[in-house]
């Protein structure tokens, strides 16, 4: 019977290494943490970590897809796998944790490990986090803990430092843009460029119309800036839409002309006309705003359209874009 869990993506294979080599050596440490920017295939990663150490006969270092561990996996029903995931905006509680500490107490029911997903750990409160503490400080034998964050800085410095981590921001761009250029039927050069505006290969194959989007955003904040549109109309617009992905193009956008405004790079971008009246600093200070702003709609603390016209609101007036 064949498995149905998600192979590794190209681009995966040094971290994939990296994890076979921890395991070869019997080095392999009780928690791992899968980090980097949503669309790089962390949940796949542990997925496929989970199925090579829960195989019952794994061929160099990958599970077989053909025992009754497999299967168990590939259908969700593995008792030695559990996935404790967020929902959108919500945070994990110390209840969920103390489940996790309950059941990781026991012995594997199946097979050699208990492996316990939390994704995405940096939704744990700190009460949470603490809890968990308790299991990394003195981890029972036989569990593994693979934690999946976007943004690892927001988690406890104790509870990172006491895992191994897989960074997927380093992984090799090469191998995604050749992935990407299948998936969407497009050059190499086209995916490169789709790639760098979603961040990642998978946010990209979601947003195949990125670029256009980005451009639509970019014009009409430049026309917010030239007074040719009603600031709160576009923010209303834009709240309408995925309100995330207009605060990356945006971030996007001012990161570019912070780089023309530096000389880095030629003055090409339609913003640049607002950026020359602003030093850099003030670039620098509206591009926090917008990134803090992006956290705060995360932990659902303000309402989209009055997070975009903040930033509107302080591109008009770079003065008092001061993040709190």
Same mark, same amino acid.
């Given at each position: 019977m064949a498995s149905t869990l998600s192979p590794l993506y190209p681009w995966q294979q040094t971290l994939w290494r990296q994890f076979?080599?921890?395991?070869?050596?019997?080095?392999?440490?009780?928690?791992?943490?899968?980090?980097?920017?949503d669309g790089m295939g962390k949940q796949a990663f542990a997925n496929n970590i989970a199925a090579a150490l829960l195989c019952q006969q794994p061929k160099n270092q990958h599970a077989c897809g053909q025992c009754t561990a497999c299967h168990w996996l590939a259908t969700g029903n593995h008792l030695d796998y559990l996935i404790y995931q967020a929902d959108i905006g919500k945070a994990l509680k110390i209840d969920d944790i103390r489940q996790l500490l309950g059941q990781a107490l026991l012995t594997p029911r199946h097979g050699r490990y208990q492996i316990f997903c939390i994704t995405p750990a940096d939704a744990m409160n700190r009460?949470?986090?603490?809890?968990?503490?308790?299991?990394?400080?003195?981890?029972?034998?036989?569990?593994?803990?693979?934690?999946?964050?976007?943004?690892?800085?927001?988690l406890l410095p104790t509870v990172r430092s006491r895992c191994q981590s897989f960074n997927f921001d380093r992984c090799e761009k090469e191998p995604q843009q050749h992935w990407l250029a299948q998936q969407t039927q497009q050059s190499?050069?086209?995916?490169?460029?789709?790639?760098?505006?979603?961040?990642?290969?998978?946010?990209?194959?979601?947003?195949?119309? #990125?670029?256009?989007?980005?451009?639509? &955003? *970019?014009?009409?904040? +430049?026309?917010?800036? =030239? @007074?040719?549109?009603?600031?709160?109309?576009?923010?209303?617009s834009w709240a309408k839409?995925?309100?995330?992905?207009?605060?990356?193009?945006?971030?996007?956008?001012?990161?570019?002309?912070?780089?023309?405004?530096?000389?880095?790079?030629?003055?090409?971008?339609?913003?640049?006309?607002?950026?020359?009246?602003?030093?850099?600093?003030? #670039?620098?200070?509206?591009?926090?705003? &917008? *990134?803090?702003?992006? +956290?705060?709609?995360? =932990? @659902?603390?303000?309402?989209?359209?009055?997070?975009?016209?903040?930033?509107?609101?302080?591109?008009?007036?770079?003065?008092?874009?001061?993040?709190q």
């Amino acid at each position: 019977m064949a498995s149905t869990l998600s192979p590794l993506y190209p681009w995966q294979q040094t971290l994939w290494r990296q994890f076979q080599q921890s395991w070869q050596q019997q080095r392999l440490p009780h928690a791992l943490l899968l980090h980097g920017a949503d669309g790089m295939g962390k949940q796949a990663f542990a997925n496929n970590i989970a199925a090579a150490l829960l195989c019952q006969q794994p061929k160099n270092q990958h599970a077989c897809g053909q025992c009754t561990a497999c299967h168990w996996l590939a259908t969700g029903n593995h008792l030695d796998y559990l996935i404790y995931q967020a929902d959108i905006g919500k945070a994990l509680k110390i209840d969920d944790i103390r489940q996790l500490l309950g059941q990781a107490l026991l012995t594997p029911r199946h097979g050699r490990y208990q492996i316990f997903c939390i994704t995405p750990a940096d939704a744990m409160n700190r009460a949470a986090a603490n809890a968990l503490l308790k299991i990394l400080e003195e981890p029972p034998a036989q569990t593994l803990l693979l934690l999946l964050s976007a943004h690892h800085f927001r988690l406890l410095p104790t509870v990172r430092s006491r895992c191994q981590s897989f960074n997927f921001d380093r992984c090799e761009k090469e191998p995604q843009q050749h992935w990407l250029a299948q998936q969407t039927q497009q050059s190499v050069e086209q995916a490169a460029a789709l790639l760098a505006a979603a961040k990642s290969p998978l946010q990209a194959v979601k947003y195949p119309n #990125l670029l256009l989007e980005q451009e639509k &955003i *970019w014009a009409d904040w +430049q026309a917010v800036l =030239q @007074q040719r549109q009603d600031m709160v109309s576009v923010a209303l617009s834009w709240a309408k839409t995925d309100v995330e992905q207009v605060l990356d193009c945006l971030s996007a956008g001012l990161m570019l002309v912070i780089r023309q405004r530096m000389g880095l790079m030629p003055a090409t971008h339609l913003l640049m006309p607002w950026a020359n009246q602003c030093s850099i600093s003030q #670039l620098f200070t509206l591009l926090q705003l &917008i *990134w803090q702003q992006q +956290q705060t709609l995360q =932990q @659902q603390q303000l309402k989209p359209q009055t997070a975009l016209e903040a930033v509107l609101l302080a591109s008009l007036n770079p003065d008092t874009a001061t993040p709190q």
